[in-house]
């Protein structure tokens, strides 16, 4: 086990303002080595996955707001598969399983016509 002293800390907040039926209608974020303090940004949209050390599980929290449009959903997605292929490759230099994901973002983008269709 690697017991490297922790020499700088980063805070990621996250805040999500619900409407009455508890459905999100405002996203908003900051990171400390990103913004002022008290400065948010907003998206309409986010992604969390947390793998949890003890018990081995994916945490995931999945959100988006009511004005993200359906188009907007299928480049999100998009772009999130595209950047787990080539986070999987940095993680493994498992090549052929990243290229595996990478073929299917690329399926998906035509699919949802995010990218043009190749002949």
């Not at 303002?17 to 996203?27: F, M, N, S, T, V």
């Not at 290229?99 to 690329?106: G, P, Q, S, T």
Request: net charge negative; hydrophobic share 40%; aromatic share 8%.
């Amino acid at each position: 086990m690697d017991n490297k002293e922790i020499v700088k800390v980063s805070d990621i907040t996250l805040r999500v303002g619900l409407d009455q039926e508890r459905i999100p209608i405002r996203i908003e974020w900051a990171a400390t080595d990103m913004h002022a303090p008290g400065q948010m940004d907003e998206c309409k949209a986010m992604s969390l996955a947390l793998f949890d050390k003890n018990s081995r599980d994916t945490l995931r929290i999945d959100l988006w707001t009511n004005e993200m449009q359906v188009q907007e959903m299928d480049r999100f997605v998009y772009q999130v598969l595209r950047s787990l292929g080539q986070t999987y490759l940095r993680a493994t230099n498992n090549k052929e399983l990243a290229e595996d994901i990478a073929r299917f973002a690329h399926y998906f983008g035509e699919k949802t016509e995010i990218i043009p269709k190749t002949s």
